[in-house]
Protein backbone atom coordinates (compact mmCIF):
# COMPACT_ATOMS: atom_id res chain seq x y z
CA UNK A 1 0.00 0.00 0.00
CA UNK A 2 3.27 2.13 0.68
CA UNK A 3 4.68 1.27 -2.16
CA UNK A 4 1.55 2.95 -4.34
CA UNK A 5 1.77 5.80 -2.53
CA UNK A 6 5.19 6.58 -3.57
CA UNK A 7 4.94 5.25 -7.23
CA UNK A 8 2.20 7.74 -7.80
CA UNK A 9 3.83 10.91 -6.17
CA UNK A 10 7.08 10.54 -8.01
CA UNK A 11 4.85 10.08 -11.68
CA UNK A 12 2.74 13.22 -11.05
CA UNK A 13 6.37 15.11 -9.73
CA UNK A 14 7.36 13.48 -13.01
CA UNK A 15 4.37 14.79 -14.87
CA UNK A 16 4.69 18.27 -13.48
CA UNK A 17 8.49 18.76 -14.29
CA UNK A 18 7.83 17.70 -18.00
CA UNK A 19 5.06 20.08 -18.08
CA UNK A 20 6.77 22.84 -16.42
CA UNK A 21 9.51 22.25 -18.98
CA UNK A 22 7.05 22.56 -21.82
CA UNK A 23 5.69 25.57 -20.48
CA UNK A 24 9.09 27.40 -20.42
CA UNK A 25 10.20 26.62 -23.34
CA UNK A 26 7.23 28.08 -25.18
CA UNK A 27 7.53 30.88 -22.99
CA UNK A 28 11.63 31.23 -23.60
CA UNK A 29 11.14 31.08 -27.61
CA UNK A 30 7.59 32.43 -28.30
CA UNK A 31 8.98 33.24 -31.65
CA UNK A 32 9.91 29.52 -32.38
CA UNK A 33 5.93 28.41 -30.80
CA UNK A 34 4.33 30.92 -32.74
CA UNK A 35 5.92 29.61 -36.67
CA UNK A 36 4.92 26.12 -35.21
CA UNK A 37 1.42 26.55 -33.54
CA UNK A 38 -0.06 24.25 -36.84
CA UNK A 39 2.15 21.51 -36.04
CA UNK A 40 1.82 21.62 -31.88
CA UNK A 41 -2.08 21.81 -33.20
CA UNK A 42 -2.37 18.94 -35.43
CA UNK A 43 0.18 16.79 -32.57
CA UNK A 44 -2.31 17.79 -29.52
CA UNK A 45 -5.54 17.03 -31.61
CA UNK A 46 -3.87 12.94 -32.29
CA UNK A 47 -4.11 11.80 -29.10
Do not use: E, H, K, P
Not at 26 to 31: E, G, K, N, P, Q
Amino acid sequence: MQNTFWTALASSLLAALVTAAGIYTIRRYADWGQRNTAYFMCFATAS
